[in-house]
């Protein structure tokens, strides 16, 4: 019998340190894109730049000011302008996805190659023309027009979010 208890509790203690299964939310997860619209911009002026730090004393004395010198620093002129949308995510781009999505392009009269399931520089142009005609110049799919092109579902508000 103190054989079989021996395993018995090994196996009772494994058990409570198993990890409980993941529980499924019910909410799609949601991936985003961006695009940068307009590049920073940036421009050299003269600044202070320190080259000896400050020393200070464990009381918070300081013992020796910082030694600063004069030299040409960035500054930005302009902000990079940057647009930020929700795309399918990768791992429903499947070869099916992509051939629905080829389709439907070429039943608007976007596409004109052959339908392989492919991402390819032919695909890109005619997601660039579809989006652009409708106001976002991007060649990544947006969620917005994957729904648009019925590939993708439309989420309805639940009552919380009301």
């Known amino acids: ?9 090994a196996l009772g203690v494994l058990s409570a340190c198993a990890m409980p299964a993941p ?11 961006s695009e940068t619209l307009q590049p920073a911009i940036y421009e050299q002026v003269m600044g ?24 040409p620093v960035p500054r930005v002129v302009r902000p990079r302008d940057e647009l930020r949308f929700e795309t399918p995510c990768p791992d429903a781009l ?6 629905s999505l080829q389709r439907a392009l070429a039943a608007r009269g976007l596409f004109d190659a052959p339908i392989t399931g492919e991402l390819d520089a032919a695909t890109r142009a005619a997601i660039r023309s579809y989006q652009s005609a409708r106001g976002l ?20 508000p639940t009552p919380s979010d009301r």
């Open 1 to 9: 019998m103190p054989r079989l208890l021996a395993p018995l509790t």
């Open 94 to 99: 499947t070869p099916e996805f992509i051939a």
């Open 137 to 156: 110049d991007s060649d990544r799919l947006s969620a917005e027009m994957a729904r648009d092109l019925g590939l993708m579902p439309i989420i309805l």
């Open 48 to 71: 202070e730049v320190q080259v000896i730090p400050a020393e200070i004393a464990t009381d918070g004395t300081v013992l020796r000011a910082p030694v600063y010198r004069r030299a």
């Open 23 to 33: 529980q499924k939310t019910g909410a799609p997860e949601r991936c985003w894109a």
